[in-house]
């Protein structure tokens, strides 16, 4: 890990800088943490819950409880296996309990519902089809969309770009943007990201924070793997790499720097980093994330204050919760991550849970305002703790970005 040699020798402690010893935690990573103690329990200690769910969907049945029982028993039985299977196999590692809970209670208020509309069997061939849209939903969103990375192709022109001046340099700028890594082992996933680093050749790379799940941050083999995973990107990118820190109970200041220390990543700590690439100049301003604008917004104005006002002004900030001060300090480019795309999201409403101060109005993708371009990743791990190892319809994704000049503008 490399610091920036124009910063006092007082500020270059990554211990000290990463997180305000006063932090608050976050009231979503409160119901997490919650959720992780019900994680412990096995679901067969809960069994007698599992039966008590069965018997209250098939009341409302008359005279056919029997095999709606039946089904609700099978339903569980086989969401638990799924649930178990995925560490066993080495896809992902979150406990049993919560989602198989979650799932079973969903299963039960359907049911339920169907009892009390209509009790026929034609009814309950209907719950049927709707019990087994649920299985494959949720086979799919733990077994498969986890570990489908797209890679995201996005384009942006400004005349703040310098031009091309020297034969042989590149018209355009690739700059690949990972966020939201959260390992907790190396995985297919892990595997697919170095592959494609390996295809698309960035010129720069920025990383966006999050850098293990929430269930591993003290776990010293996911803290080894995520060296692994990252040592290995750093050797398979051929441009420069930068990294900025994520949330404060993802990203701990005793846990994270020794993870970087000896890779060839610039950490920038509350620091703005002056880069030049084939005639391309970009100025990064790299900003810690306490997830408290009161506290974040100040130092992302101080920092602002030191950029000249023709520079190409990228953003590094973890969540997108200062677009509207990105906007006013005439920022051209704002990447994060953080919201994961909601990381479980339904037909036509998107994202159940964003994480944002702003609620849904950033949750992903591109937004432009004024002159900015903000870009919301989704990410690509998964938030840890008691949430499900699940993506739905939110696949993980990271961002090519070909940066070029522009006599007319943006693009």
Same mark, same amino acid.
């Given at each position: 890990?490399?610091?920036?040699?124009?910063?006092?020798?007082?500020?270059?402690?990554?211990?000290?800088?990463?997180?305000?010893?006063?932090?608050?935690?976050?009231?979503?990573?409160?119901?997490?943490?919650?959720?992780?103690?019900?994680?412990?329990?096995?679901?067969?200690?809960?069994?007698?819950?599992?039966?008590?769910?069965?018997?209250?969907?098939?009341?409302?049945?008359?005279? /056919?409880?029997?095999? $709606?029982?039946? *089904?609700?028993?099978?339903? +569980?039985? &086989?969401? %638990?296996?799924? #649930?178990? @299977?995925?560490?066993?196999?080495?896809?992902?590692?979150?406990?049993?309990?919560?989602?198989?809970?979650?799932?079973?209670?969903?299963?039960?208020?359907?049911?339920?519902?169907?009892?009390?509309?209509?009790?026929?069997?034609?009814?309950?061939?209907?719950?049927?089809?709707?019990?087994?849209?649920?299985?494959?939903?949720?086979?799919?969103?733990?077994?498969?969309?986890?570990?489908?990375?797209?890679?995201?192709?996005?384009?942006?022109?400004?005349?703040?770009?310098?031009?091309?001046?020297?034969?042989?340099?590149?018209?355009?700028?690739?700059?690949?943007?990972?966020?939201?890594?959260?390992?907790?082992?190396?995985?297919?996933?892990?595997?697919? /990201?170095?592959?494609? $680093?390996?295809? *698309?050749?960035?010129?720069? +790379?920025? &990383?966006? %924070?999050?850098? #293990?799940? @929430?269930?591993?941050?003290?776990?010293?083999?996911?803290?080894?793997?995520?060296?692994?995973?990252?040592?290995?990107?750093?050797?398979?990118?051929?441009?420069?790499?930068?990294?900025?820190?994520?949330?404060?109970?993802?990203?701990?200041?005793?846990?994270?720097?020794?993870?970087?220390?000896?890779?060839?990543?610039?950490?920038?700590?509350?620091?703005?980093?002056?880069?030049?690439?084939?005639?391309?100049?970009?100025?990064?301003?790299?900003?810690?994330?306490?997830?408290?604008?009161?506290?974040?917004?100040?130092?992302?104005?101080?920092?602002?204050?030191?950029?000249?006002?023709?520079?190409?002004?990228?953003?590094?900030?973890?969540?997108?919760? /200062?677009?509207?001060?990105?906007?006013? *300090?005439?920022?051209?480019?704002?990447?994060?991550?953080?919201?994961?795309?909601?990381?479980?999201?339904?037909?036509?409403?998107?994202?159940?849970?964003?994480?944002?101060?702003?609620?849904?109005?950033?949750?992903?993708?591109?937004?432009?305002?004024?002159?900015?371009?903000?870009?919301?990743?989704?990410?690509?791990?998964?938030?840890?703790?008691?949430?499900?190892?699940?993506?739905?319809?939110?696949?993980?994704?990271?961002?090519?970005?070909?940066?070029?000049?522009?006599?007319?503008?943006?693009?």
């Amino acid at each position: 890990m490399t610091m920036d040699p124009s910063t006092p020798q007082e500020s270059r402690d990554p211990h000290r800088l990463l997180h305000p010893p006063d932090y608050q935690p976050h009231p979503l990573h409160v119901a997490l943490v919650l959720t992780e103690l019900l994680g412990r329990i096995s679901p067969a200690m809960l069994t007698p819950a599992w039966v008590a769910l069965g018997a209250i969907a098939c009341w409302p049945w008359d005279r /056919l409880r029997i095999p $709606v029982f039946v *089904l609700m028993l099978s339903v +569980t039985l &086989l969401d %638990g296996l799924g #649930l178990a @299977l995925l560490p066993q196999t080495g896809r992902s590692f979150g406990p049993v309990t919560p989602p198989l809970l979650a799932l079973t209670l969903l299963r039960t208020g359907i049911t339920v519902a169907g009892g009390l509309l209509w009790s026929t069997p034609s009814a309950l061939v209907a719950v049927v089809s709707v019990q087994i849209a649920i299985s494959a939903a949720s086979l799919y969103a733990t077994w498969i969309e986890p570990f489908h990375i797209q890679v995201t192709q996005a384009a942006l022109s400004s005349p703040k770009l310098k031009p091309v001046s020297s034969p042989g340099s590149r018209s355009a700028l690739r700059l690949l943007h990972i966020s939201d890594i959260h390992i907790e082992r190396i995985t297919a996933r892990e595997r697919e /990201l170095l592959r494609l $680093v390996d295809d *698309l050749e960035p010129d720069l +790379t920025v &990383l966006t %924070g999050d850098y #293990l799940n @929430l269930s591993s941050v003290r776990d010293p083999d996911a803290q080894a793997d995520a060296r692994r995973v990252l040592a290995e990107l750093c050797e398979r990118s051929p441009g420069p790499i930068y990294g900025i820190t994520g949330s404060p109970p993802v990203d701990l200041k005793d846990v994270v720097p020794d993870i970087f220390e000896g890779l060839d990543v610039t950490w920038l700590l509350d620091q703005v980093a002056d880069v030049e690439i084939d005639d391309h100049r970009i100025t990064l301003v790299g900003l810690r994330c306490t997830r408290e604008r009161s506290r974040d917004i100040p130092r992302l104005r101080r920092l602002m204050a030191k950029v000249p006002d023709d520079a190409f002004k990228l953003l590094l900030y973890h969540s997108p919760d /200062l677009m509207p001060e990105a906007v006013d *300090l005439d920022v051209d480019l704002y990447l994060c991550g953080h919201t994961h795309g909601g990381q479980i999201r339904l037909p036509l409403l998107g994202a159940l849970v964003t994480s944002s101060a702003f609620g849904k109005r950033y949750e992903m993708g591109r937004y432009e305002e004024a002159e900015t371009t903000l870009y919301v990743s989704r990410g690509l791990g998964m938030e840890g703790l008691g949430a499900p190892r699940a993506r739905f319809l939110s696949p993980p994704e990271i961002v090519l970005w070909t940066l070029s000049t522009a006599a007319f503008g943006k693009r």
